[in-house]
């Protein structure tokens, strides 16, 4: 029987389970220091003095680090925009600036935590404060205060479509609908904070055990820093306890590596710890972008879209990270998953003196499928036309031209998912097209009596989205699997090589369904050597769905090399081996034209709320996902995903309110900033797991921990609108935002 499909127990459920496993916060190795982190606290300044004397003379403290002592003082996932830490001494222009409140300043390493933090809290700064600017808006105009004074502008990245001929379709429209959308900002909020252990190990490697997102982009960045070669860096992931994309960018990694190294240069050699505290947390590490998007949409008396013009302003923050990344799927997704002949769109990345944005699961996607959703609703409304109907009218096919002048890969399944969705949450197909359910059938396909408080409505939202996997736009894509076959006559032990990132989703456990599958042994036969650079080659991030689908390849290419070499009476039989993608194309500069992507995952979504219109609170009753994986390997992860996501964009949509002023946080605590617990979670959610395999995907699988997440929103903000007939823009949907709305309070 295949392993491909059942859902095979979790490698690390015991450990997790019994708390036997380790995560780097729960490390330690003797005769271990640790360390704190001055932050700068404030959002736009100059430093013009550091002085640390009352922290050194402190007792206990072992060492204080400032700018002076990072050789290359700059980092950045894709530009090196940032200082590894900022403050006078460091020979990176404008290093001496502060441009968000979660800037690191200064590092104290101490005999025990409490030292450290008192240390920390001697050492004395002098600042020049510096306009501060948080608008995007504001901060795009030709005289704004400049965050990065040797780059001349704050909009730090651009992409434009332009795609037939939006002006003349306009003009012959039968209908045209306006939006201005925003989108929040949104806390990663994984159960670990950042955390991790910095040492030189027994071959003298500068080692860091931490969480992350890619081994080998965090070897890269530290030996940036640190001026060395990659491989007189180690970097080491044990468990790993949730990133969403949040583990991106640096938090600990390079100081880590740093303090460690520099008291080993003055003969200290001494393990160094760090755990961030949940504020710390919060404030240290990028967050969901916020957008803006204004945008209209025409189509004609028969419910086609005929043009589409946008302009897209994500919030960067202080710093790039992987702003031009998320942009520029934003960019492609902000059109939604329909096949328009004539399309606009203007996109900018701006800096401010926010906190970074970067990013998180969606990567542009759930902000484009936002107002993308919205306005084909709105259009439909318009148009007398059923809002699943006008979708399937509408719909990407196979051999559909994207915005960007060019098809979607093979195996394009979006109608289908639309159709399978919509079955369930009661549309019925009729001669004239798809119908939605009303009167006392509108919520029967959900099990759910109609209400008997007449200050309570229910309504029913649909919505749906494609979503990339992989890297896009040109990046580099590849990944590296190692596998040995060991044994005598028969097969008996399976040892497997990836670096690939296991941050909660159960990417291990599929390694291995994968790699017994391939050689054709039991699972219990294969071993992982995993997330190690000095035992792996690089198997690019966890992040774009792309994992399952470029581990699959890797190992599968693998296996079957160290197969060819076991019949070949080779003992033990050992290949590695490199899957390369097909190539994507960045943006044309001026028309947009682009191979994106080599792979998709397609998604659709209905939901059902109720609103108390008394007290402005919104609740999910009922949730249909109903998701394309191409092929389910293990389908109970494949679930678990499903709820996770689906649970996530719950609170983007309604909970999670992230509120910044002048720069500074407000919510830098679970007390204020508010995530789903067991109480506000959908009552329900049905997972529909569809199978139309990806052509390319191992064994047809398709990436699919984001896909779940884009719709929630949209679909929300309709099935709202549906039980109140008001249509909201923006969210999270408060009671404040929805009493507002429903013109109960002003606010």
Known sequence: MSLIGQSVKRIDAVGKVTGKTLYPGDINMPNQAYMKILFANRPHAIIRRIDTSKAEALEGVIAVFTAKDVPVNEYGLGTPDQPVLCGPGSSKPFADHVRFVGDQVALVVAESEEIAAR????????????????????????DAPLLHPDLGSNVFCRYRIRKGDVDAAFAEAAVVVEGEYHTPMQEH?????????????????????????????????????????????????????????????????????????????????????????????????????????RTRWAANKDGKVTAAEVEVIADGGAYSYTSPKVLGNATLMCTGPYEIPNVKVDSYAVYTNNIPGGAFRGFG????????????????????????????????????????????PKGVSMPQVIEKCAEAAGWRKSDNGWIAPSGDEKFRAFGIEPSSNPAVKRGIGFACAFKNVGFSFGAPEHCYATVELHGKAEIERVVVHHAGADVGQGAHTVFAQMAAEAVGVPVECVELIVSDTAYTGNSGSASASRMTFMAGNAIRGAAQAALEKWRNEERPATAEYKYVPPRTTPYDPETGKSE??????????????????????????????????????????????????????????????????????????????????????????????LEYPDPIGPWGARGMAEMPFLPLAPAVIAAVQDATGVWFNRFPLTPERVLAGLGKISV
């Open 119 to 142: 240390g920390r809290d001697l050492i004395e700064v002098e600042y020049e404060d510096l306009p501060v600017v948080t608008d995007p808006f504001e901060a795009m105009e030709a």
């Open 189 to 293: 909020a994984y159960l670990q904070p950042e955390a991790g252990l910095g040492y030189i190990d027994e071959e003298g490697r500068v080692t860091v055990q931490v969480a992350g997102q890619w081994t080998h982009k965090d070897q890269e960045q530290i030996a940036h820093a640190l001026g060395l070669e990659k491989d007189q860096v180690r970097v080491i992931y044990p468990a790993i306890g949730g990133a969403f994309g949040g583990r991106e960018d640096m938090s600990v990694q390079i100081v880590l590596a740093l303090a460690a190294w520099r008291l080993w240069q003055r003969g200290i050699n001494r393990p160094v710890k760090i755990i961030w505290s949940r504020e710390e947390s919060i404030i240290g590490h990028h967050k969901r972008h916020a957008y803006h998007i």
């Open 596 to 689: 994106p992507n080599f792979a998709y995952g397609y998604v659709a979504q209905a939901v059902v709320v109720e609103v108390d219109t008394e007290t402005g609170h919104v609740r999910i009753l009922d949730v249909i996902s109903a998701d394309d994986v191409g092929r389910a390997v293990n389908p109970q992860q494949v679930q678990g995903q499903i709820e996770g996501a689906v649970v996530q964009a719950a609170g983007y949509a309604i909970l999670e309110n992230f509120v910044q002023e002048g720069g500074y946080v407000k919510t830098q605590h679970f007390s204020t900033y508010l995530i789903p617990t067991v109480l506000d979670v959908p009552e329900r959610v049905q997972s529909l797991i």
């Open 365 to 408: 996607g759930p902000q484009g499928a936002f107002a993308a959703e919205v306005q084909m609703d709105r259009l439909a409304d318009a148009l007398g036309i059923d809002r699943v109907e006008i979708r399937m009218r509408n719909v990407l096919r196979e051999g559909s031209l994207l915005s960007v002048g060019t098809p979607l």
